[in-house]
């Protein structure tokens, strides 16, 4: 497959299920895995769902504006670079944000995440 085209796919699932159900994101994620958001890391798949499951919001919605993909070294994985809007609910303006994924295949001919980086962008 195309890895921009991988990419996008991956970025639109990926927020989607974080925005109708974050605790569908754990088969994103493997023990060895580590979220850093806000400078915070966590690490593990069961920890890092923990960790998106009680952010101080409980519905939002992601507006992706940019998606740039790289190859990464010889096992074949991906990063991938995102950043966008968040408009949580209740809230007038949305927030910026920017998000960096390193995607590694699976046995399965999958992927999944092994760093996941997170920042809200303020201006």
Do not use: W
């Amino acid at each position: 497959m195309d890895p921009d085209a991988l990419a996008k796919a991956f970025v639109e699932h990926y927020y989607r299920t974080f925005d109708t159900n974050r605790a569908g994101l754990g088969s994103l994620y493997q023990e060895g895995s580590m979220l850093t958001f806000e400078g915070a890391k966590t690490q593990g798949a069961q920890a890092i769902v923990a960790k998106l499951i009680s952010l101080p919001f409980q519905q939002c919605q992601h507006q992706i504006s940019t998606v740039d993909c790289q190859p990464s070294g010889p096992a074949g994985g991906m990063l991938v670079f995102v950043s966008g809007s968040l408009q949580l609910a209740g809230e007038q303006h949305s927030l910026k944000f920017s998000q960096m994924f390193h995607l590694m295949p699976t046995p399965q001919g999958s992927f999944y995440v092994l760093n996941d980086i997170f920042r809200l962008n303020y201006a």
